[in-house]
């Protein structure tokens, strides 16, 4: 069966380094999005993007954040400049229309130190 | 109020047991409604989808949506100990594409 893949699974950093999120999402989706789990806390969404431009963003998601697909197969998350408060679980997701089903890849655990 | 409002429990229940979950929402244009299983430091993975409101079952699991009181439910029979996971319900509206999740329900399974 076809799966979300991320990585890394772990990622340290310093505050203020630039860290890059990689997903492969399942062939054939063409909705992509980036959701985040700070520790303890409720699943929020980031990103959507679709058809190579964001579709919609979240409060969270400001300039310190891009998305992007590079080659038709990964899609990347770049913080330029992290903080603290970065430190969670960071999930790509993928679907195939705008209101199907969204499938989850594993996670990236980043640390911000 | 929150737009999704879930108790987090912990719950925890004997092997075999009919196990509840439900969330409640503020937001009455949510139409898609759908159950994930999180297992510790994993991704969700989807357990059950529905459109507006109805029933639908899966084997074991049984989804419940009531728009009029803006409740949904998640049913789990005969629970088995590898259900134990934390459940999270999350719903999006027709406008646009994004998930809106609860903080989810430890759920534990007691043999």
Not at chain 1, 21 to 27: D, E, N, Y
Not at chain 2, 10 to 27: F, H, K, M, R, W
Not at chain 2, 96 to 109: A, M, S, Y
Request: negative net charge; hydrophobic residues 30%.
């Amino acid at each position: 069966e076809p799966e979300v893949t991320q990585t890394p699974s772990h990622q340290v950093t310093q505050m203020g380094q630039e860290v890059i999120l990689r997903c492969v999402p399942i062939s054939n989706h063409l909705y992509f999005y980036w959701y985040r789990q700070i520790l303890g806390q409720k699943v929020e969404f980031l990103v959507s993007f679709y058809n190579n431009e964001i579709s919609e963003k979240s409060e969270i998601f400001d300039d310190q954040f891009s998305v992007e697909r590079p080659d038709g197969s990964n899609f990347t998350l770049k913080i330029r400049s992290t903080k603290l408060e970065d430190s969670a679980m960071y999930f790509c997701a993928g679907s195939w229309g705008r209101t199907d089903t969204q499938y989850f890849g594993p996670g990236t655990r980043l640390t911000v130190l | 109020q929150k737009e999704v409002e879930q108790d987090p429990g912990p719950l925890s229940v004997p092997e075999g047991a009919i196990v509840s979950l439900n969330c409640t929402y503020s937001n009455s244009a949510f139409q898609y409604f759908m159950w994930y299983r999180q297992y510790s430091r994993k991704g969700p993975e989807l357990l059950m989808y529905t459109y507006s409101s109805g029933n639908k079952e899966d084997g074991r699991f049984t989804a419940q949506v009531d728009k009029s009181s803006k409740y949904i439910s998640l049913f789990i029979r005969d629970s088995q100990p590898s259900d134990s996971a934390t459940y999270l319900c999350a719903m999006s509206d027709i406008g646009n594409e994004k998930l809106t999740f609860g903080t989810g329900t430890r759920l534990t399974i007691i043999p």
